[in-house]
């Protein structure tokens, strides 16, 4: 069966989404703000909730229509089949609703009247009039979006948030999210044969990320999705097979990087620094769960003494943003020192996220490019700075 998917991201990073999507080999239907839609089956629903780097969640779309009263949007739900979608013993709820620029906007009210409509549906579906739903199976939470009154209604077939790898156990202060980082990744021409230094990497997401990246590791091979136990929509093999066409990527991806030697040690050349030590320790044991801590080396260090004799590297970052008043006199030095590091790097690129707006100022140069990203509900942006390209090596 064919399904309409919806895979949000950040704002500002449908780019990278989309360019996932068309890599597993499926067809854009729409993008939009913090949104693109996409066409798959049963087996697209498995592979784009493992491979997916850049989404929060995978949705699938059951219906979209235009509602101006309450009234409509009951007829409407209620019109649906929602048995095609859940059985009767499903445990089904509206997990989110959001209005922008509509007559309905109350979440309390979308929540009771959606629920209501898609349960006396399903009691007439199953011939069960009267009846409550046991509600004792599988999850199919419904999430909802309403924007010019046009509304639609996906299930969520991931469960928790695709950010949630399983490998962040250890946090520091103001982490970015693993969704976050990889599409910031992508944005840039890093990969796997060129330098990458995070001078700020906290809890490692950045390097982690980039060393799954170059080692072809599924981001969500090592957990499970509200949609596995979908029995009535997909069979189990298709999960077998999606997660043994990870375990097949990440196999081939580490003899890539191993070579002729018996280790991965020196394979790719990702670091992490941090004045913080106990935020060392946390990237390193994070490192570890990922399965990538020969791929990264972490060390203790402050931005001012960043060095690297070769040319040609990254710098990919979260630096402080001083988010409040007190932080904010402490964030001059802060950027001046990373600017400085960044000027003794002999044709290094640097790729920086913040919410500080002074950045460029103290760094000392204007960004070649500045995209404006939103971080949760917080505005940052993220500065291009663009070094050479190293020269194309000749073939022997």
């Known amino acids: 069966m064919r399904f309409e998917l919806i895979a949000p991201c950040h704002f500002g990073l449908e780019a990278c989404t989309k360019r996932e999507i068309t890599g597993l080999g499926y067809e854009i239907r729409e993008v939009s703000d913090g949104k693109v839609v996409f066409v798959g089956d049963e087996r697209a629903i498995c ?25 409509e949007l009951f007829e409407a739900c209620y019109a649906v089949n929602w048995e095609d979608y859940i059985p009767w013993n499903g445990r089904v709820w509206v997990a989110k609703a959001a209005s922008v620029k509509s007559k309905l906007f109350s979440p309390r009210d979308f929540q009771t009247i959606i629920q209501k409509a898609v349960v006396k549906r399903l009691q007439k579906a199953y011939g069960r009039e009267g009846e409550r739903l046991p509600m004792d199976g599988a999850s199919y939470a419904l999430r909802v979006s309403a924007y010019k009154d046009v509304i639609t209604i996906g299930i969520d077939t991931s469960g928790e ?56 590791i599924a981001p969500g091979m090592e957990r499970n999705f509200a949609a596995t136990a979908w029995g009535n929509i997909i069979p189990k093999q298709l999960w077998y097979d999606a997660y043994d066409e990870a375990r097949d990527m990440k196999a081939e991806g580490l003899r890539a990087l191993k070579g002729d030697s018996d280790s991965l040690i020196g394979s790719v050349d990702i670091q992490g620094y941090d004045i913080d030590n106990e935020a060392i320790k946390a990237a390193r044991d994070n490192a570890e769960l990922a399965g990538v801590s020969e791929l990264i080396h972490f060390q203790q260090r402050d931005v001012a003494e960043l060095r690297h004799p070769k040319k040609y590297g990254f710098i990919i970052t979260n630096p402080p943003y001083g988010e409040r008043l007190e932080e904010k006199e402490d964030m001059p030095p802060i950027y001046r020192a990373l600017g400085e590091s960044f000027r003794g790097l002999d044709d290094w690129s640097m790729y920086c996220i913040t919410a500080y707006e002074d950045a460029e100022k103290y760094i000392g140069r204007k960004a070649d490019k500045n995209r404006k990203i939103y971080n949760g509900m917080m505005k940052t942006y993220f500065y291009s700075y663009i070094g050479a390209k190293p020269p194309k090596r000749k073939d022997a």
């Open 47 to 71: 592979r784009s909730n493992i491979f997916m780097r850049t989404t929060e969640r995978i949705l699938l779309k059951t219906c979209e229509f235009k509602a101006y009263t309450w009234d």
């Open 161 to 216: 948030s695709l950010h949630k790898r399983g490998y962040r156990k250890n946090t520091v202060k103001a982490p970015i999210t693993e969704t976050l980082a990889s599409a910031l990744i992508m944005l840039t021409p890093w990969n796997k044969d060129r330098i990458l230094v995070d001078p700020f990497c906290g809890s490692g997401t950045f390097c982690i990320e980039a060393a799954m990246m170059a080692a072809n």
